[in-house]
Structures are given as structure tokens and as C-alpha cells.
């Protein structure tokens, strides 16, 4: 498995846990300026679930076998869905302007199609024949 050409020695080397931490970098900033009230709430939601995404990446990567690996992409994939879930709800409530929406929410787009591909990729190897 490679990213950008690249052999992947370990989960840093993968791009979709790189653009993972991107977003989380990216919720951490933009929920800073979420009001104050939201702290325990939209905020600390947002932070774990993206947190989650990234952390259940690694996870995975670091398991024996590709069942593992699988189920732990399926649950970061979750992670994301709850993400984006939590984002449009935030835009709806006024605390992310339409042109922040649309950012975080093309920021996730490319988290899941990333996450859709290494699924894809890794369901076919675990399908392939193996031989000897």
C-alpha cells in the first residue's frame, strides 16, 4: 500500500491519517470560536468524534490483520459521519458561516473518499486468493 507513490512504512505515512489530523487541527480552530455555552456540547462532540477519525486510523493500522484494520476504518468512517452530522448542525445554529461550512465540509469529503479508497483497496486484497 502506497500513498502518493510513496511505500507506507506505518499509519503516518498514510495519507487519509495526514488529512485526518488536518481536520482535526481545523475543528479545534474553528470550534475556539463557538460560543462559550457550547463548550460541553457541539465543541467537545465535534473534537472527539474528530479526534476519533484520526485515532481509529492509527489503531487500525497498528493491529495484526487486515479484519482489524477494516473494522477500525469502518468505526473512523462513523466517527466522520458524526463529524460532518455535528457541522451541518453547527452552520444550521449560525456558529459556522456558509463559506466555513462549505470548507470543513469539503475537508471531510476528501477524509471519506480517502477512507472509501483504502476500504475498497484493502476489501480486495482480503478477497484475492491467496497462493503459495
Known sequence: ????????RGYKDL???QKA???VVD?????KR????ERFGLVVQLRRASVSIASNIA???????LRSFLYHLSVATGSLMEVETQFLISERLGYLDA??????????GE?????????????????APTTR
Open 111 to 127: 477524509v471519506r473518499r480517502l477512507l472509501g479508497g483504502m476500504v475498497r483497496a484493502l476489501r480486495t486484497k482480503a478477497e
Open 27 to 31: 475543528t479545534y480552530r474553528i470550534t
Open 21 to 23: 489530523v488536518d481536520l
Open 34 to 37: 463557538f460560543p462559550s455555552d
Open 1 to 8: 500500500m502506497a500513498s502518493r507513490g510513496r511505500v507506507v
Open 15 to 17: 495519507e487519509v491519517w
Open 99 to 108: 463559506a466555513q461550512a462549505k470548507a470543513v465540509l469539503g475537508e471531510l
Open 59 to 65: 489503531e487500525g493500522r497498528g493491529r495484526f490483520g
